[in-house]
């Protein structure tokens, strides 16, 4: 019984005295901020479009838009036209 516990007592103090080695090391993930110079804004026949395909799918249209600064004013801008299940 004495041996029996010597040797749980080694396996398990080995076990525990292992380095984490390069394969088991998790990776940190890499993401990148969409900012607003990285997304162009839709033409307006691009968003005519993309509301037509909505509602020949028998869907609804939601369109996405951000507000750039132009001359120094706020100009309304489209973004993305997404299809959504009618309510």
Same mark, same amino acid.
């Given at each position: 019984m004495k041996t029996l516990i010597c040797f749980a007592v080694v396996v398990l103090s080995g076990c525990? $005295? !292992?380095?984490?080695?390069?394969?088991?090391?998790?990776?940190?993930?890499?993401? $990148? !901020?969409q900012v607003e110079k990285e997304v162009p804004p839709?033409?307006?026949?691009?968003?005519?479009?993309?509301i037509g395909e909505c509602e020949r799918a028998g869907m609804r249209p939601v369109v996405i838009s951000t507000k750039r600064k132009v001359n120094n004013q706020l100009v309304p801008s489209v973004v993305d036209v997404t299809c959504l299940p009618k309510l």
């Open positions: 525990a $005295s !292992l380095q984490p080695t390069a394969s088991t090391t998790v990776p940190e993930a890499v993401s $990148s !901020l839709l033409s307006r026949l691009e968003v005519i479009n993309g």
